[in-house]
């Protein structure tokens, strides 16, 4: 219908029955794009007009991409050469992208075009193959974390799409690296793509402008009982099976691996993970202390409601879900992140909510609150002052201080309140990557709400004890680090709280990816987790990965469960990132490898 409406208009305005056929194609390709930006645009229109976005970033951004394409493609309609590579890019973006969406067994097949694209790019006569090979490989990473991650928008848009940007082009890096290595030595070219594309999600784990959230291993987290194996392996195994099976296809694909034998070595690899998987989760016993712990959703919108709302009247309805969340048998009470905001660490004893928190733990003898505030920190004179260091422009005490994304702990026994300070902040939101290195990103800060300063830190895992228990707090965003959680475990954890404001996304895939990302750290430590979100999905998770009590998205709830508290030490909790330390290894090998015989035939060349 659209191409016979695209055929009538150009017929009354160019003489279109006279065109070439390539012409006529470009015509076409043309008015499409023109067609799916102004679906972009009455999207953006009717988004404009929200309170609550939903799903309208996807419509808008893909739609808007692809019109981008099309108006592009229009030029390049005439080169036969490249009349399918669009399309294996976009099927790569695509592919990879859904399997983040509770999809994940597409990551199996999700490189697959882009290699197929790179293979008959190389085999081509184009003059400028490295700037095609990039334009494809940022083409396919941009539609990825498009479909897999547009729900970012909601809580910032112009970030996000810079988010988007900073990420496909960081992806393009191992991707290239690949291409270049692959050029001088065929046999290593496979080799170098799954050490270059681990080394690439090592370092988006630990660097400042960390956002791991598409690591390959993570999107495996919808289908846990196949990746039982994560308590020896770590999300990197995960990555490392993907990028396996996908390399061996294309293998299998080129015929560079004989496919008698090729098949029965792509299904041995494919399966048997998963038979392991299925016998650990079927032989694992769950054992343990048993704890009863209680859980509250509040439920406040956090564009809207939630820093709106006077604080006392947040703090009844605390109350009111905290009650039916305990019994006399309760050890623990978890509220969200961020529950009540510039609580000064220093005046816990004179702050009215801190003894509110204390009147309600009072209740019984052996209940503990664990709950996450945004704290205040003070510096006294002469004390040394933090990255995050803010300085009171209105004079008077403190002269300097730092704002921090904090978790705390309230004993009915009374004692001192143990501070946990969030330590893996949000780019942009909580922190300022590299700001003294990249201040013309300033204004990009500002407009996430964040600001130059970011929020204080601290240097240790530290872990929250009550009697003979002790439980790791984590703040939101930290439950998708996997070593970086086991510090709490190495300190001594013996169950995993973590505390998160999910409504920021809205009823999108966002708050479904964070809690299955979560899930993965009750697998790879073997932990239970207990997890209160102020809105999204607050439920009770056990060591081998299994959900109890699961809340839904929109609704005040009040859980209690019992949870095995274990002191158990998996093989991952000890070798940490081994795998990923092995692949920086060997890429560093192949590196020098290759600059070893670059400088020797240029050595040999000018003999």
Known sequence: MIFKLLKSFFKIFVPYRHMNPMKKQSIITLGIGLILIGIAGFFGYKMYNLKFWGDYPLYIFLAGWFGFLCLLRARKAAEEEHKYMLFLSVASGLILGKAFVYTSPLLFIGFLPLLVLQHQLEAGAS??????????????????NITATYWVANAALFPALVAFFLNSLFMTIPWMGMLAVGRRFPKLKYLSFIAFWICFEWVHHAWDISWPWLTLGNGLAFFPKWIQWYDTTGVYGGSLWILIINCLLASLYFKQLPRKYGFSVLGLILLLPIGISYSKYNNYKLKGKSVEVGIVQPNYEPHYQKFEVDQNLQMIHFEKYSRAAF????????????????????QFNSDWRIKRMKDLVSTYSNLCLVTGIGSIKSFKAGEELSNAVRENKRGGFPKYFEIQNSAIQVCSAGGEIPVYVKSKLVPGVETFPYRH??????????????????????????????????????????????????????????????????????????????????????????????????????????AKGDVSLPTSYGKEASLISLMLFNKEKTIYLQTGDLIAMLCIAMSACILLFSLFKFLTIRFSKNQ
């Open 127 to 144: 003059k400028s193959k490295n700037l095609y090979h990039w334009v494809y490989a940022f083409n396919a990473f941009a539609i990825w």
């Open 327 to 346: 019994t006399p048998n309760t050890k623990y009470l978890i509220w969200p992140e961020t529950s009540f905001e510039y609580i000064d660490i220093d």
């Open 437 to 542: 290195l990249l201040p013309f990103l300033k204004p990009v800060v500002d407009k996430l709400g964040g600001s130059v300063q970011g929020l204080g830190r601290q240097r240790e895992r530290s872990v929250f004890e009550s009697g003979s228990t002790k439980i790791a707090p984590v703040i939101c965003y930290e439950s998708i680090y996997g070593n970086y959680i086991g510090d709490y475990i190495r300190n001594g954890a013996e169950a995993i709280f973590i505390m998160t404001n999910d409504g920021w996304w809205d009823d999108t895939p966002g708050y479904h990816q964070h809690l299955a990302y979560g899930i993965l750290r009750a697998i790879e430590f073997r932990k239970p987790i207990a997890r209160s979100a102020n809105t999204g999905i607050s439920c009770f998770v056990d």
